[in-house]
């Protein structure tokens, strides 16, 4: 009998643990509606690179027998780089011109024997051309001579190295980058979804990974006529201020602004559902639609219908209705 009594005891207690516990406000969790800028803007990455600048490469394949210019130093237009192995090319200039200067000396012959009619008027024509065919030759291996210097193509700083001497190099490679430290600019790369919204002039906002937490500007300042079909991008050049901290090569994401509020009403995204928000007053929550504006992976901007400072149920269990009292999370 005693062992019934205590078993009836406990599912009483039980029973009366489970209906509190059913009868509990819900518990959640509050954010407060704070006021700030928020913006729409295009989304874009990139890298930074001088508005005067260009990759030089070898005209032909070859070994590099020395190099004429260090990273830093200032060149000018012609000027020398580096020298490659031309022992080849110098033998046949100079077989090609020995063939010139006997074509030279038959054609006179000829036009001697043709003076005393020993010879005929053809031969001499066909030793005239042959002599200007065996010129032209020679003059074109001598030409050739000088695609084994690597000259600069404009004046400038040698902004980049990769030349060293032994290296057999190709057209393809870029031995030096020559041209400017400054003005920089970004070369970005924007979707063409989004293309048609950017205009020159447009104010950019900037993150590198090398200056983390720190915003830089930008403006927008050529965007290129023809698109990617590939990459089915825009190139978009951004031109950077003077005292830019940005360095040659980095890369950077950008954020081209096409609209700005400063003194917005933003909430996190998990506040709004639905167009409402619910917003806790005292210890109940009632409902409230809201006008949603720009929309960010960290906040949402309020238009109308709510003001910074009111208290926002973050993720709203569903169910939840308007007076209904509620539990605050710490």
């Given at each position: 009998?005693?062992r019934?009594l205590?078993?009836a ?14 009868t509990?406000p ?20 990139g ?17 590099i ?9 200032r ?9 490659l ?5 110098v ?34 024509d066909r ?7 065996v010129?032209?030759?020679a ?9 084994y ?8 700083i ?7 001497v ?30 048609a ?10 993150r ?6 720190q915003?830089?500007?930008?403006t ?19 031109a950077?201020p003077?005292d830019?901290?940005l360095?040659i ?19 996190p ?8 928000v ?15 504006g ?5 906040a949402v ?15 709203p ?14």
């Amino acid at each position: 009998m005693r062992r019934r009594l205590i078993l009836a005891v406990l599912i009483v207690c039980a029973a009366a643990g489970g209906w509190a516990w059913w009868t509990l406000p819900p518990a959640v969790t509050l954010a407060l509606a704070t006021s700030g800028p928020a913006l729409r803007a295009v989304y874009a990455t990139g890298s930074v690179e001088p508005i005067h600048w260009a990759r030089v490469g070898p005209a032909v394949r070859a070994r590099i027998t020395e190099v004429l210019a260090e990273e830093g130093s200032r060149v000018a237009e012609g000027q020398p780089l580096a020298r490659l192995d031309n022992r080849e090319a110098v033998h046949r200039a100079e077989e090609t011109e020995a063939r010139a200067r006997f074509a030279q000396e038959d054609l006179a012959r000829i036009r001697t024997l043709v003076t005393r009619d020993i010879a005929a008027r053809a031969t001499l024509d066909r030793a005239e051309a042959e002599a200007r065919a065996v010129r032209a030759v020679a003059e074109a291996a001598q030409r050739r001579l000088d695609d084994y210097i690597v000259r600069a193509p404009a004046d400038g700083i040698v902004l980049r190295r990769d030349a060293e001497v032994g290296e057999v190099v190709d057209t393809p490679a870029s031995l030096f980058w020559i041209g400017e430290p400054r003005p920089l600019r970004v070369t970005a790369e924007v979707d063409e979804e989004d293309i048609a919204q950017v205009r020159e002039g447009q104010r950019v906002l900037l993150r590198a990974d090398a200056f983390p937490g720190q915003v830089l500007t930008a403006t927008v300042g050529q965007i290129t006529p023809k698109g990617d079909a590939t990459r089915k991008a825009y190139r978009v050049r951004l031109a950077l201020p003077d005292d830019t901290p940005l360095m040659i090569g980095m890369t950077v994401e950008a954020n081209i602004v096409l609209h700005q509020t400063d003194n917005a009403v933003l909430v996190p995204p998990a506040a709004v559902r639905d167009g409402r928000v619910f917003v806790v007053q005292g210890e109940a929550v009632q409902p409230r639609p809201v006008e949603v504006g720009v929309q960010g992976p960290r906040a949402v901007e309020i238009r109308r219908g709510l003001h910074p400072g009111e208290a926002v149920v973050l993720d709203p269990p569903p169910g939840l209705v308007a007076g209904q009292a509620v539990r605050i999370r710490p």
